[in-house]
């Protein structure tokens, strides 16, 4: 496994088990998902308020805002590709901890598109024809009050 993926393995593996120790979740409706070839169904499979969703994990040194673009357009394709009805962007930022045992692991930046947001959070928010362009990013604290009932 080259350094690279195995960085990557490793913060799929943190989020899994943040979220779950948070949510007191055994890991059957949030785990790791296996790669599934071309037509890739994100990192991570999630469920919450009934719904099904899929989390695209990124963990890179230097993050650029085309960069972030581009992983935007990849979690939305997962998203539609997993037939989830919502897709997360989570990303490590620079200062945040690498491990669930961190105690600024919290604070790595979750991005969404609002159309997604509307699906995990209580509130309705109806922007017709911006959905999929208008993003919007939380923490993953903020992430964990939105997931509880």
Sequence with gaps: ????????????????????SRTNNDGSTIYRKALSGMRDTGDIHIEAHGMIGIIEAKDHKQVAH?????????????RNNAHAEFGLLVIHTAGCG???????FGRNVVRMTL???????????????HED?????ITLDDLLTLLED
């Design 1 to 20: 496994m080259s350094r690279q993926r195995a960085k990557g393995t490793r913060f799929e593996t943190a989020i899994v088990r943040w979220l779950c």
């Design 98 to 104: 690498a491990t669930e045992k961190s105690p600024t």
């Design 66 to 78: 085309a960069l972030v673009e581009r992983w935007q357009g990849q979690t939305i394709a997962e």
């Design 133 to 137: 362009s208008l993003w919007v990013q």
């Design 115 to 129: 159309r997604d947001l509307s699906r995990i959070s209580s509130a309705v928010i109806r922007i017709d024809g």
